[in-house]
């Protein structure tokens, strides 16, 4: 089958060395197939992520030489490709899950989702106990005058198993772990979770390679693809760019964004020593990104997080 990988930055800020390694990985694994890729945009929280920050990350792309065959630009007829412009598809899927009964709204505020009693997950996320998960019509009558709801998807009590091309065999039982998790936000946003898998799917991805931040929502994001009656792509996971004193990057890291890194490198110095931290090319020597493609090797890329050391860029 053809491959067709994809980016799928949030554009927030500038881009930085975490998004460039994960968009180089994507990139470079679907090339090596010969397959396609799209670029889309994530920028359903448009108020973080005005369009010229998205328009500033595309001529970054271009400018590493990590093109892309179909998104902004490039219309392979399945855009547009900002999700902003996307709602009516994201409508369309929560209508399908309502019918089915798996959609209710919830009324509670984040103090109280916080509340102590909450258990945590590892990520700092609050495990939904359900409070709003049984009331009548009369109840939720009475709530939405006050405020809107937003929207929960009910998770079955089922441990969801996927293997990882990079990161192996991962499991979750949704209810216990994740709770049931939300679908669109209070202010009628639609969330990532729900906004991901409508766009892959309807993009033909077939492979997704991302950070290891997301592998736990993988399971979510299998579910919402099983009932939605939608093929799943294969999922890669990476390790996480750390800073030379081990912290992970953000787009507040000025020296790893790449308003800095320009000033001072060439595009092949960026990608070469990329390509030389993620553990298949064997020097940080300048490279393309078109010469990494016969380099490129999977088995080679660690499993855990990859210190930055002081200096390399
Ligand atoms: N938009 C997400 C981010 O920039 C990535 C989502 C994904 O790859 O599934 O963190």
Redo the contacts with the bound molecule.
Sequence with gaps: MAVTGRF???PSGRIHLG?ILCSLLAWLSARQKGGRVVLRM?DLDTARCPRSYARQMEEDLRWLGLTWDEGPGADGGRGPYYQSERTALYEAALDTLEKMGLVYPCFCTRAELHAASAPHREDGQVVYGGICRGLTPSQIRERSRLRPPALRLRVPEEELAFLDGHMGGFRENLARDCGDFLLRRSDGMFA?QLA?VVDDAAMGVTE?V??AD?LDSTPRQLLLYRLLGLPAPAFFHIPLLLSADGRRLSKRDADAGLDALRRRCAPEEILGSLAFLAGFHPSAEPRSAQELVREFDWSKVPRSDIRIPEGLF
């Design positions: 799928a930055p949030s998004n994530e990532y991901v997704v991302r950070g997301l």
